[in-house]
């Protein structure tokens, strides 16, 4: 909760720099690279959200690890009733976020045209890859390690033989 001093500085932080049009309430002071609203806080010695602050002051605290997902899509809009408490997941796969991992999550085939389905994909270190692909580069590497002499190290061989290729 806002103690006395952080609220009139909430206050006349937001007051001046609201413009209120029919639905959203645009934020008219500046702005960070990532297109949100920011503002310099004595309080906390550093750069704040004006939305945050917005929803403390009319809705209340934002519990610890949770981020506000603009409902209405305009990273400027300090309105609170276009704001609700969300994860960084919910967040990030929100309708129309333009984050990459919700890009990302929507592909359905690699670039080259294979399904990501259960028996074409396989997830290492956090990402996707399609194993119709994967086994043409490993059969590639080893035509050119065959072509220089030497014997190409068993990797395709190993994860054929693990079923994990």
């Known amino acids: 909760m806002m103690s006395h001093t952080t609220h009139i500085e909430a206050?006349?932080?937001?007051?001046?720099?609201?413009r209120d049009s029919w639905n959203c309430w645009y934020w008219t002071g500046?702005?960070?690279?990532?297109?949100?609203?920011?503002?310099w806080s004595r309080v906390h010695k550093g750069?704040?959200?004006?939305?945050?602050?917005a929803y403390e002051l009319l809705v209340g605290p934002i519990p610890?690890?949770?981020?506000?997902?603009?409902?209405?899509?305009?990273r400027g809009c300090v309105n609170p009733d276009h704001l609700r408490i969300v994860t960084c997941r919910e967040n990030s796969f929100a309708p129309g976020a333009r984050c990459v991992q919700a890009?990302?999550?929507?592909?359905?085939h690699?670039?080259?045209?294979?399904?990501?389905?259960k028996a074409n994909t396989y997830h290492h270190g956090g990402r996707?890859?399609?194993?119709a692909c994967q086994r043409v580069r490993l059969s590639?590497?080893?035509?050119?390690?065959?072509?220089?002499?030497?014997?190409p190290t068993p990797v395709a061989a190993y994860l054929s033989d693990t079923g994990k290729l």
């Open 11 to 18: 206050i006349g932080m937001l007051g001046s720099n609201v």
């Open 30 to 39: 500046s702005y960070s690279a990532s297109g949100y609203g920011q503002v």
């Open 47 to 53: 750069p704040k959200r004006p939305h945050r602050i």
């Open 64 to 74: 610890e690890g949770l981020q506000l997902d603009h409902l209405c899509r305009v």
């Open 103 to 108: 890009i990302n999550a929507a592909k359905t």
């Open 110 to 117: 690699c670039p080259v045209g294979h399904s990501y389905d």
């Open 128 to 131: 996707r890859s399609c194993l």
């Open 140 to 151: 590639r590497r080893d035509r050119r390690i065959s072509a220089r002499g030497a014997t």
